[in-house]
Nanobody, 124 residues
């Protein structure tokens, strides 16, 4: 089992920044990729970004490309999502998720470990 805990959400004005953290514990050696998803109010959960747990490429949703950056601190089993130039439409509950599948998926169905989520609210 892998246990994920997100933190770092909060209320920020449009144009501001936040950094989300995702701390992984348990059998972290089985993680191949770690993704970030978000669920805006009244909408489906959507893909934000994904990275290999080890060295490798990262991929971003078009809506966040150039504003969000995913990074990792493998020594501390922690991933980060740096969010800059935030917009009101970025308001959502943000989740990190991990998969053992040996590819880098952008669909939520491919992930079998999820954190509890952290609320990000961007005011206009």
């Amino acid at each position: 089992q892998v246990h994920l805990v997100e933190s770092g959400g909060g209320l920020v004005q449009a144009g501001g920044s936040l950094r989300l953290s995702c701390a992984a514990s348990g059998r972290t050696f089985i993680i191949y990729a770690l993704g970030w998803f978000r669920q805006p109010p009244g909408k489906e959960r959507e893909f934000v970004a994904v990275s290999r747990w080890g060295p490798g490429r990262t991929f971003y949703a078009d809506s966040v490309k150039g504003r969000f950056t995913i990074s990792r601190d493998n020594a501390n089993n922690t991933a980060y999502l740096q969010m800059n130039s935030l917009k009101p439409e970025d308001t959502a509950v943000y989740y990190c998720a991990a998969t053992e599948k040996v590819y880098i998926p952008s669909t939520k169905e491919a992930y079998n470990y999820w954190g509890q989520g952290t609320q990000v609210t961007v005011s206009s």
